[in-house]
């Protein structure tokens, strides 16, 4: 079975700009989670998302938004990029949304923002 | 005080020694603990959840975690080059979401 994959793998945004990434959870999997991971720090906890509907939020500005599909996809929206947008934005998935739940990991999509 | 405290390292070892790898927590609701291993540039890969205090053991790997001390460990017996990576541990709370708070990360580096 495949894993929690995410697109696209690196990007380069100018400042200012708007970038859409996306994530499949693995198989039967309905919750999906962001994560941002600055060099050198663990990841924090930006959304999370069950059954389509947002059900936690972490402290990031309102540039930062995301939403999940039928299909239990997800897309991550950040607009007016900063220069301090530049991570790794991690999608996490895992069967329910409570604390019972085993959560993995994608490979990640690298954002910099010049 | 931060919520999950982890030395970042680097901690460097030689192939083949026990490896100990630690991290405190401040908030008696977190419940569930787990490790992750992750290679440069890459995710996180689950290595360890446990969610009681006392040993967990997987190959080569042993999780123990006191909640009395709020302190969690990952132990690696015969580490290998293979192991070098930054290890993250991870912790949540009872509750409707699964929310993780992850620690800086410790880079481990094992020398042939």
């Known amino acids: 079975d495949a894993g929690v994959t995410q697109s696209p793998t690196h990007l380069i945004k100018t400042r200012g700009q708007q970038v859409t990434l996306r994530c499949s959870p693995i198989?039967?999997?309905?919750?999906v989670s962001w994560y941002q991971q600055v060099l050198g720090q663990g990841p924090q906890f930006i959304f999370q998302y069950y059954e389509k509907e947002e059900r936690g939020r972490g402290n990031f500005p309102d540039r930062f938004s995301a939403r999940q599909f039928p299909n239990y996809s997800s897309e991550l929206n950040v607009n007016a990029l900063l220069l301090g947008d530049s991570a790794l934005y991690l999608c996490?998935?895992?069967?329910?949304?409570?604390?019972?739940?085993?959560?993995?990991f994608g490979e990640g999509s690298w954002l910099t923002v010049v | 005080q931060k919520e999950v405290e982890q030395d970042p390292g680097p901690l460097s070892v030689p192939e083949g020694a026990i490896v100990s790898l630690n991290c405190t927590y401040s908030n008696s609701a977190f419940q569930y603990f787990m490790w992750y291993r992750q290679y440069s540039r890459k995710g996180p890969e689950l290595l360890m959840y446990t969610y009681s205090s006392g040993n967990k053991e997987d190959g080569r790997f042993t999780a123990q975690v006191d909640k009395s001390s709020k302190y969690i460990s990952l132990f690696i017996r015969d580490s290998q080059p293979s192991d070098s990576a930054t290890y993250l541990c991870?912790?949540?709370?009872?509750?409707?979401?699964?929310?993780?708070?992850f620690g800086k990360g410790t880079m481990l580096l094992v020398s042939p």
């Open positions: 991870a912790i949540l709370m009872n509750s409707g979401y699964s929310t993780l708070t």
């Open positions: 198989s039967g999997h309905k919750s």
């Open positions: 996490a998935s895992s069967l329910g949304r409570g604390g019972g739940n085993t959560i993995y």
